[in-house]
């Protein structure tokens, strides 16, 4: 049973409680009402939560794999030393991209998607969309994803909530456009802080099988400073392919597929105009 039904039902039995007007009825809809109160709060802010939607946060717990993913790019300098590390190490990851920093590197987009790496839909603005209303957010959306079709050719279902702050209306809309909800398993925290070896602590001292792992490869808010997180990443490879760890792309390791099949989609053109995307063949990126 989904959370919207859930809902439903929920005020439906406090509307029949109130009506028997009397102070057992009041109190168990009172109850009633508290319990799904916190469990939709709950939803909203832990990202292994499934209350108010699906949510993927790690892989298979049985296998030695790892997903590796950066949000916030393109951001240069940083993205292409993050890809150089990579290239180094043969080590394909998950980038979720921000829209407004994808026009400003589009050249970055395309060298991410031709070395084989997987990219996700990270928003346009990387607006905080709790507080959102649901048309602006939708056209964050789409407009974020059409500048990926525009560079990739493809319709990425692979999309990570800004903060990871969910609200039913986001749910409802990646439900709606086909799209898989990726959260993770543990986090470096480099996007506020860029101390290598706390961000290396971080990574290792928690990881498991199956882990998404996330850290940054840009921000959401003009200039940044990635240094800390380029320092970092190099100790973390090492560490982790020595223990027997194979990293792999977020699709891969959830077995979905990275890629809207069920098209047309309408997606706003960056050129102007609309965009009707056509179905692709299944990558595994």
């Known amino acids: 049973m989904n959370y919207r039904k859930i809902t439903l039902l929920v005020f439906l039995g406090i509307i029949v409680l109130a009506a028997l007007d009397n102070r057992f009825a009041a109190y168990s809809a009172a109850a009633v009402f508290l319990a799904w109160f916190l469990l ?3 939803g909203i802010f832990n990202i292994k939560s499934q209350f108010i939607g699906k ?8 296998k030695k794999e790892i997903a590796l993913t950066f ?24 980038f979720f991209l921000v829209g407004k920093n994808i026009e400003k590197h589009p050249e970055i987009v395309k060298r991410i998607w031709e070395e084989g790496h997987a990219i996700g839909n990270h928003t346009y603005n990387h607006r905080r969309f709790f507080y959102t209303l649901f048309p602006a957010i939708r056209e964050d959306i789409l407009k ?3 500048l990926i079709k ?4 493809i319709n990425t279902s692979l999309f990570r909530q800004p903060l990871g702050m969910r609200n039913p209306s986001i749910v409802k809309i990646v439900e709606d456009l086909n ?21 290396v602590k971080r990574a290792l001292n928690r990881i498991t099988n199956g882990a998404i792992l996330v850290m940054h490869d840009g921000c959401d808010k003009g200039k940044c400073a990635k240094s800390g997180t380029v320092a970092a990443l190099p100790i973390i490879l090492d560490a982790l392919t020595k223990d027997g760890y194979k990293f792999v792309t977020v699709s891969e390791l959830l077995d979905i597929n990275p890629v809207i099949l069920d098209a047309p989609l309408t997606l706003p053109s ?6 009707k995307g056509e179905g692709v063949r299944r990558l595994h990126r």
């Open 55 to 62: 949510t993927y946060w790690r892989g298979n717990g049985s």
């Open 179 to 199: 799209m898989h909800m990726i959260g993770w398993t543990l986090r470096t925290y480099d996007g506020t802080d860029q101390n290598p070896q706390r961000i």
């Open 71 to 94: 949000d916030d790019g393109p951001h240069e300098p940083y993205t292409t030393r993050i890809l150089d590390i990579l290239k180094k190490y043969n080590i394909k990851a998950t």
């Open 40 to 42: 939709s709060w709950y």
């Open 144 to 146: 974020c994803q059409g």
């Open 270 to 275: 960056p050129l102007g105009g609309e965009d």
């Open 150 to 153: 525009n560079i990739t050719g």
